[in-house]
């Protein structure tokens, strides 16, 4: 079946800290890999999307064909990020979310 | 840029009505436009995916006849719950994709606020 899979559904770091949010996704042909982020009573929103390999609010994805995964990372997390951020791979004319992880950065 | 509108934001009705929710896409054209419905402390649940001037393709387990989806216009899907129920109380979600102006489309998505409906 194909899957995204986050495997922590909140994640909980101090402000500074290095934050990564694991996402593993199951295809066999040539997805496209997305971080859709939701604030607070704000609607989901593009982080970032692996075609791009670009930084975006200091956060960056690598994909990894090897591991199948598409890993979110930040080297020094902000109070602003907590949030709701959502794996999301399309392909094959499918969009599958991943389960969804809380970050929550403490003071 | 790239704004999607939905509305209603918010919907109460009583069982055996239907209930139809649109989704514009503001300032871009969309071939394609997404339905989610996301449960409680769930994640997004793709439902079906809109093209326009076809029919829309169902995700497996959902009935078309009970969600019925219209994409008339680049920029306009409707989605209409058919003789609404309490189970179909829920969280709907649409998504549009960006028809870029060279004509290469992305699979970036850009999301509506979403519609609660509540079913009485």
């Known amino acids: 079946a194909q899957r995204v899979t986050q495997p922590e559904k909140l994640l909980s770091v101090f402000k500074g800290a290095p934050v990564e949010l694991k996402c593993n996704y199951s295809?066999?042909?040539?997805?496209?890999l997305f971080w859709y982020v939701q604030y607070s009573r704000q609607r989901l929103q593009l982080l970032l999307r692996?075609?791009s390999r670009e930084s975006i609010k200091g956060f960056t994805a690598d994909l990894n064909k090897g591991e199948t995964s598409f890993h979110l990372k930040k080297p020094f997390a902000q109070e602003e990020d907590s949030a709701m951020y959502y794996c999301?791979?399309?392909?094959?004319?499918?969009?599958?979310f991943g389960a969804g992880t809380r970050l929550f950065v403490k003071a | 840029g790239a704004v999607v509108s939905q509305h209603p934001s918010r919907v109460i009705c009583k069982s055996g009505t239907s209930v139809k929710i649109e989704c514009r896409s503001l300032?871009?054209?969309?071939?394609?436009m997404f339905w989610y419905r996301q449960f409680p402390k769930q994640s997004l649940m793709l439902m079906a995916t809109?093209?326009?001037?076809?029919?829309?393709?169902?995700e497996q387990g959902v009935e078309k006849d009970k969600f019925l989806i219209n994409h008339a216009s680049l920029t306009l899907s409707t989605l209409t719950v058919t003789s609404a129920h309490p189970e179909d109380s829920s969280f709907y979600i649409c998504?549009?994709?960006?028809?870029?102006?060279?004509?290469?489309?992305?699979?970036?998505?850009?999301f509506g606020p979403g519609t609660r409906l509540t079913v009485l």
């Open positions: 809109s093209n326009e001037g076809s029919k829309a393709t169902y």
């Open positions: 692996h075609i």
């Open positions: 300032d871009f054209q969309a071939t394609t």
């Open positions: 999301v791979r399309t392909g094959g004319f499918k969009t599958i």
């Open positions: 998504s549009a994709r960006d028809l870029s102006t060279s004509g290469v489309t992305t699979d970036t998505q850009y």
């Open positions: 295809y066999s042909g040539s997805p496209e």
